[in-house]
């Protein structure tokens, strides 16, 4: 089935209105502080939807679809674990990071550790932090290739992964994180619409409706307890903990009119991820696993009882179910929230680049600070990491696997030395270097030997468990004796 020209149309006057958006912002930004943390002026709604198309996006919806394809409305679990950590995070980070971001104008999520600790811990996070969002970027761009592919079957993977990768990089070079942040609230409504008016009401009509369900499905796809302890075990500590140590995040927070606003901006994006986005994603995909079981795809090459990529599912339901520009609509839709989550991606990463870990460098022996020369820097770093980020997409295969796997990274070295600055007075620097260095390395090593010898942990266990428990113990050994060493010290003075 080969898309109307209509659809086409309507999907390239979309990316063009993207485009034209970014050149918009582009002529606002004044300053770093401008392109990084919009003018810290915005309010609880903007900020909200778009920590949501943030964290949720389009490589967690075309995921979401995969799991409803795979084990149906239990896959609305993962999202669950997004609202209590964004709750959390209100709750817990918000309070004690906002006050001291505004007092001193922090930028990025390493500069809070930099308060805490020191200039050394801040450079540690900013490299972890720019690998692990580098990572989540390829993730939205492969999203992004994977649905152009299976709707435009005449464009390979590669050549989606070039074209969604190009449009992605060139739009948040412009912009900047207002553009990114307003485009966000548009987007989210967008996708929003599309599924809840077309994509859920016309699959659901296709397939034929619950009695379609139940005779080409097993109970258990319809049952929220179709799944293992492992699972949710597994999501809870790779996803819970990213609202704590996520660059993205902190970007908001600071860009927040105040810490009344961050705070419900937070609780209005935990809403949106569980129930209203996790349902939906999964009810997609299971809707794609009984189109499969009908034959639907067979067309396109994949026959009853044949093996598939079950992210592919829900493309392929939408390619096959929507009628003529209805199908443009919904593709803008959901290109909409891939965009929304690969722009904030590469800011962040931009900025760990650009004020973390460049900073001093760029900015070395100039008396006065040069604002368009800062933005033009920060674009150029935005475009290299994005390169970098297109390159790495057309390696890789598993879109969610990919996402967690940035998570995780991020996670096992960042959460421990974020929790420590929370409960502590004086938390020791050398204990959070060590913490970080331990915990990501610890994740990654076990994560690489587990897919060359083809196993898993006991229990299916995520390494990422491992890497935080280790990350831990050095941090609490280290942070000891850093104290007793400092109290011995202090003794000695006073003799």
Same mark, same amino acid.
């Given at each position: 089935?080969e898309?109307h020209?209509?659809?086409?149309?309507i999907f390239?006057v979309?990316l063009?209105?993207?485009?034209?958006v970014g050149?918009y912002?582009?002529?606002?930004?004044?300053?770093?502080?401008?392109?990084?943390?919009g003018?810290?002026g915005m309010?609880?709604g903007?900020?909200?939807?778009s920590?949501?198309a943030?964290?949720?996006?389009?490589?967690?919806s075309?995921?979401?679809?995969g799991?409803?394809?795979?084990?149906?409305?239990?896959?609305?679990?993962?999202?669950?674990?997004g609202l209590i950590?964004?709750?959390?995070?209100?709750?817990?980070?918000?309070?004690?990071?906002?006050?001291?971001?505004?007092?001193?104008?922090?930028?990025?999520f390493?500069e809070?550790?930099?308060?805490y600790?020191n200039?050394?811990?801040?450079?540690?996070?900013?490299?972890?932090?720019l690998?692990?969002y580098?990572?989540?970027?390829s993730s939205q761009?492969l999203?992004?290739?994977?649905l152009?592919?299976?709707?435009?079957?005449s464009?390979?993977?590669?050549d989606?992964?070039?074209l969604?990768?190009?449009?992605?990089?060139?739009y948040?070079v412009l912009?900047?994180?207002?553009?990114?942040i307003?485009?966000?609230?548009v987007?989210?409504?967008?996708?929003?619409?599309?599924?809840?008016f077309?994509?859920?009401?016309?699959?659901y009509?296709?397939?034929?409706?619950i009695d379609?369900?139940?005779?080409?499905?097993?109970?258990?796809?319809?049952s929220l307890?179709?799944?293992?302890?492992s699972?949710?075990?597994?999501?809870?500590?790779?996803i819970?903990?990213?609202?704590?140590?996520?660059m993205?995040?902190?970007?908001?927070i600071?860009?927040?009119?105040d810490?009344?606003?961050a705070k419900?901006a937070?609780?209005?994006?935990?809403?949106f991820?569980?129930?209203v986005?996790?349902?939906?994603?999964?009810?997609l995909g299971?809707?794609a696993r009984?189109?499969?079981?009908?034959?639907?795809?067979t067309?396109?090459?994949?026959?009853?009882?044949?093996?598939m990529?079950?992210?592919?599912?829900?493309?392929? /339901?939408? *390619?096959? +179910? $929507?009628?003529?520009? #209805?199908?443009?609509?919904m593709?803008?839709?959901?290109f909409s @929230?891939?965009?929304?989550t690969?722009?904030?991606?590469?800011?962040?990463?931009?900025?760990? /680049?650009? *004020?973390? +870990? $460049?900073?001093?460098? #760029?900015?070395?022996?100039?008396?006065?600070?040069?604002?368009? @020369?800062?933005?033009?820097?920060?674009?150029?770093?935005?475009f290299?990491?994005?390169?970098?980020?297109?390159?790495?997409?057309?390696?890789m295969t598993?879109v969610?696997?990919m996402?967690?796997?940035s998570?995780?990274?991020?996670?096992?070295?960042?959460?421990v030395?974020?929790?420590?600055?929370?409960?502590?007075k004086?938390?020791?620097?050398?204990?959070?270097i060590?913490?970080?260095?331990?915990g990501?390395?610890?994740?990654?090593?076990?994560?690489?030997?587990?897919k060359?010898?083809?196993?898993s942990?006991?229990?299916?266990l995520?390494p990422?468990?491992?890497?935080?428990i280790?990350?831990a113990?050095?941090?609490i050994?280290?942070?000891r004796?850093?104290?007793?060493?400092?109290?011995?010290?202090q003794?000695?003075a006073?003799?």
């Amino acid at each position: 089935m080969e898309i109307h020209y209509i659809d086409l149309i309507i999907f390239v006057v979309y990316l063009i209105i993207m485009l034209l958006v970014g050149v918009y912002f582009m002529r606002k930004n004044k300053s770093n502080e401008d392109y990084y943390v919009g003018g810290r002026g915005m309010g609880a709604g903007h900020i909200g939807l778009s920590v949501v198309a943030t964290d949720v996006g389009g490589g967690f919806s075309i995921g979401l679809g995969g799991l409803g394809f795979a084990m149906g409305i239990s896959g609305s679990w993962m999202l669950f674990t997004g609202l209590i950590g964004a709750w959390l995070s209100a709750v817990l980070l918000i309070p004690k990071v906002y006050p001291i971001a505004k007092k001193y104008k922090f930028i990025s999520f390493p500069e809070a550790l930099k308060h805490y600790y020191n200039a050394k811990v801040a450079l540690v996070a900013a490299i972890i932090s720019l690998i692990g969002y580098l990572g989540f970027t390829s993730s939205q761009i492969l999203a992004g290739a994977k649905l152009a592919s299976a709707t435009f079957p005449s464009i390979g993977i590669n050549d989606a992964v070039l074209l969604m990768g190009i449009i992605a990089v060139i739009y948040t070079v412009l912009g900047g994180i207002k553009a990114v942040i307003y485009t966000d609230t548009v987007q989210w409504i967008i996708l929003m619409g599309g599924l809840i008016f077309i994509g859920i009401p016309l699959g659901y009509s296709a397939i034929g409706g619950i009695d379609a369900i139940q005779k080409h499905l097993g109970p258990e796809f319809l049952s929220l307890g179709n799944i293992g302890w492992s699972d949710i075990f597994n999501w809870m500590i790779t996803i819970v903990p990213i609202w704590f140590v996520g660059m993205t995040l902190y970007q908001r927070i600071y860009a927040c009119r105040d810490e009344k606003t961050a705070k419900k901006a937070w609780k209005i994006a935990g809403l949106f991820e569980w129930p209203v986005m996790a349902f939906m994603g999964v009810l997609l995909g299971l809707f794609a696993r009984v189109a499969f079981e009908q034959g639907m795809f067979t067309a396109d090459g994949y026959p009853i009882g044949s093996s598939m990529d079950q992210e592919l599912g829900l493309p392929l /339901l939408l *390619r096959n +179910i $929507l009628p003529i520009g #209805l199908m443009g609509l919904m593709m803008s839709a959901y290109f909409s @929230a891939i965009m929304s989550t690969a722009d904030s991606c590469l800011m962040a990463a931009s900025g760990n /680049l650009s *004020r973390d +870990i $460049l900073g001093k460098l #760029l900015r070395k022996n100039k008396a006065e600070i040069d604002h368009r @020369a800062e933005i033009k820097n920060a674009q150029w770093m935005t475009f290299a990491i994005g390169a970098i980020a297109i390159l790495l997409a057309m390696l890789m295969t598993e879109v969610l696997e990919m996402m967690l796997y940035s998570y995780a990274f991020m996670v096992s070295g960042l959460f421990v030395p974020v929790i420590g600055m929370l409960v502590l007075k004086k938390p020791s620097s050398t204990a959070a270097i060590s913490a970080m260095i331990v915990g990501g390395l610890t994740t990654v090593i076990i994560t690489v030997f587990l897919k060359l010898e083809n196993s898993s942990l006991p229990y299916k266990l995520d390494p990422n468990l491992v890497g935080i428990i280790s990350s831990a113990i050095i941090f609490i050994i280290v942070n000891r004796w850093h104290n007793s060493n400092s109290a011995n010290i202090q003794m000695e003075a006073i003799k």
